[in-house]
């Protein structure tokens, strides 16, 4: 009978063998636990569907994070971390970057249509962040803060549409 591995030992065993383009490499899925039926999932989606379908079959599989959760050393082991509704009921009060819509220290994403608003949305976001006004009108900025505008869309075209 085999040793049971951990599901982090697992899945670094059959991440280091599909580096290798080894599929297998002695790695066992009954020794893998749940990441065997989570992996195999995962490079069919990859397979089928290109690295976007994985990261879904991932991201969506609650036994993954759970398992990753078990296995992790020290504090790695905080990555998932585990609320119940009393921790919830003491978790500080959310400061806001813009009250309602946009909370400090979180992550978004502009998205859209080409020509649909995207970077006047991201200017005037900016400036109101900037002057400490409220945003759209609607939205109060509490003060003003400092931003950093990435032009992601090349310089001359920014400056060509804007100015």
Same mark, same amino acid.
């Given at each position: ?25 002695? &790695?066992? *899925? %009954?020794?893998?636990?749940?990441? =065997? +039926?989570?992996?195999?999932? /995962? $490079? ?15 991201? &969506?599989? *609650? %036994?993954?994070?759970?398992?990753? =959760? +078990?296995?992790?050393?020290? /504090? $790695? ?87």
């Amino acid at each position: 009978m085999s040793k049971k591995k951990s599901g982090l030992e697992a899945a670094r065993s059959i991440i280091r063998a599909w580096q290798r383009d080894e599929p297998g490499n002695g &790695v066992k *899925p %009954e020794d893998c636990g749940p990441w =065997a +039926e989570i992996m195999t999932e /995962a $490079a069919r989606a990859f397979e089928a569907r290109g690295l976007p379908a994985a990261m879904r079959v991932i991201s &969506v599989e *609650p %036994e993954l994070i759970r398992v990753v =959760a +078990e296995n992790a050393p020290g /504090a $790695a082991a905080d990555l998932f971390p585990h609320y119940s509704l009393s921790t919830g009921l003491q978790l500080p009060d959310t400061e806001w970057l813009v009250y309602g819509a946009i909370a400090e220290r979180d992550a978004g994403m502009i998205f859209g249509d080409a020509a649909s608003g995207k970077t006047y949305l991201a200017i005037d976001l900016a400036v109101s962040l900037a002057a400490g006004l409220d945003w759209m009108n609607r939205w109060p900025v509490e003060r003003p803060r400092r931003v950093l505008y990435f032009i992601a869309e090349g310089r001359r075209k920014f400056f060509r549409r804007v100015l």
